[in-house]
């Protein structure tokens, strides 16, 4: 059966620009992010080199990859320290004293000055290395997408950090920061708690606004109506996603806020946002890799399926993985959030581990090099499920196995190992979901394919 495909408007809507710009922003920010960790609290002057790489490395991108030139370096700089705006008042705020050397406008043009200075020199620097013989057109729209995920990874890792710290509430107030604009308070007063919480604000704003920006420029580029209709309802899914996060904030008992969240200070309402957060951020992840496997070239391209006996087994198996991933990272917030008995989620993880091993397996084994997506993503599920099952016997250790622990006194290896559980059950989620879909669009089912099926199983 021959799929029918409605390719993107090539050239349209910036994408090289878009895609290469917020995955400038995405470094950026990731170096920043961990830099200033009050774990390690690398010194500012450090993280600008990391800031620099991240800018030249985006002008070498740009001139490598398309037939943009100096203007077009311009553009990406300016687009970059559009972005960068979220962030730079955190550094501009830190100055404001009644022996400051900087004003905001002098932050603001010097952002922009560094940042176009950088870009323009990695083009002229990426013309100079050339494009590589041979090289197959970029798809811009999908790599947008897929820097929207990398962004919205980064943000339940940092959510991850906030519930193991127990910082939810460090921050009183929302959308200002203890009465400030959230986007110009002082890097200065981000300290313990207050860093973690107050961070993960601006990589949700992050977040946002690169789901915007997808969401635009899919507008302008796809002709299919149903994937326009479909990223407007992503938009929606973040910005009900941040008023949740922001609601469990401000209908809790917070005062000037709180370095560790005690029973106390929660009411109903925040305890169950606190958890719907939690959740719903997986589910919006979801959304996101629908998005991005839908505008890759492999899921667009005019093919045929191809017709296995086996089609119908294993689309119905990658379904209930990720049902079955959904129910266990709800009982697993219930654990992290609430501190449920754990025991449900100990014994659903058998079910999941079976179910990973099954599609996994399968996916690997029985379409070998007819359908390499599937094969690369079955390796991909069985190794992530190995870590997360060592993973989660360590979390069961730190936390759940330890009685002499005070419950909301959680120490910087119980948050790493809870935290790391945390996000490889969200790339499990996020692998699953990637089967489910080329499941769907790769395999045909056909009765009478047995011969082919088993002519590809021993290539796995």
Known sequence: MELTVQPLRKAAGGGDLLAIAFGAVVGIWTVYYVGLMPLLGAPIEVLAVGFGVCMLGSGVWLGRSTERGVVGGVALGVMIASINLIFIGMLAAKEKSPHATFSDLDWVGGSYLVTIVLTVLGVVIGKKVGRREGRIEIDW??????????????LLVAGGLVTGFEAGLAVPDWPNSFGANMFWYPLERMTGPVYYEHAHRLTGALVGLATLALAVHIWMVDDRKWMKWYVVLVFIAVVVQGYMGGSRVFTAHTGDGVGVAQAEHETTTSAVLRVVHGVFAQVFLGMLIVVAVACSRLWRRTKERMGYESASTDRGLSVALVVALFFQLLMGALVRHLR?????????????????????????GIYGDREPVLKRLGVMLLVAVGLQVFLGVGSL??????????????????????GMHHAVGALLLALATMVMLYNHRLLEQDDAAEEVVGSTSGAG
């Open 141 to 154: 729209t999908g790599r947008l997408a897929w820097i929207v995920v990398a962004a919205t990874g980064l």
């Open 397 to 418: 250790i730190v936390v759940g196995m330890n009685p002499g622990m005070a419950p909301n006194e959680p120490t910087k290896v119980d948050v790493l190992i809870t």
């Open 340 to 364: 449920h008995e754990p025991m449900l989620h100990m014994v659903f993880a058998a079910v999941i581990v079976l179910l990973v091993l099954g599609v996994g397996m399968r996916a690997w």
